[in-house]
């Protein structure tokens, strides 16, 4: 026996509706990351270097509630080197949560601290990228009841 659900596609909610993401990546907006960001509802600013991203993030002008790090774009060094830029930002990464994304990646993480960034494998697809990004904002998203 199958049962089947079905829902009303328009009264769905995307994971990032609204949710202001910055990208550091060599990619621009057509590239996969960018675009499967915005396809969740994201509105995506991309920066292709590393300390004007850590800037940005730390100084937070646009209200940013997600941080994502392509490892593997040109000037950013790998996943380890990602992982130690994080630590640099001290304070902010408590209010922004951080997500990287590597070809370095051997186990994906989703630590349960917040400070802790989610760690995901490259290339992603769309379900990794979704899950990735919910476990991440999991603090701010809002479930709505009828």
């Known amino acids: 026996m ?11 909610t995307r994971v990032g509706w609204g949710v202001r993401v910055l990208l550091l990546s060599s990619e621009d907006e057509q590239g996969p990351i960018a675009r499967r960001l915005a396809r969740q509802g994201c509105r995506v600013d991309i920066v292709d ?7 940005e993030v730390i100084d937070d002008p646009a209200g940013y509630a997600l941080f994502v790090v392509d490892c593997d774009a040109d000037g950013v060094g790998g996943l380890q080197a990602s992982q130690r830029a994080v630590q640099m930002l001290g304070e902010a990464a408590a209010r922004v949560p951080v997500l990287l994304v590597s070809r370095d990646c ?3 993480r989703f630590p349960a601290e917040r400070r802790q960034p989610t760690v995901l494998r490259a290339p992603l697809s769309a379900v990794s990228l979704k899950v990735g990004v919910e476990h991440a904002l999991r603090g701010r998203l809002l479930f709505q009841t009828d």
Do not use: N
């Not at 199958?2 to 769905?12: A, C, K, L, N, P």
């Open 2 to 12: 199958q049962i089947y659900r079905t829902f009303d596609r328009d009264e769905v």
């Open 106 to 108: 051997r186990e994906q």
């Open 49 to 55: 270097e590393l300390f004007a991203a850590l800037s």
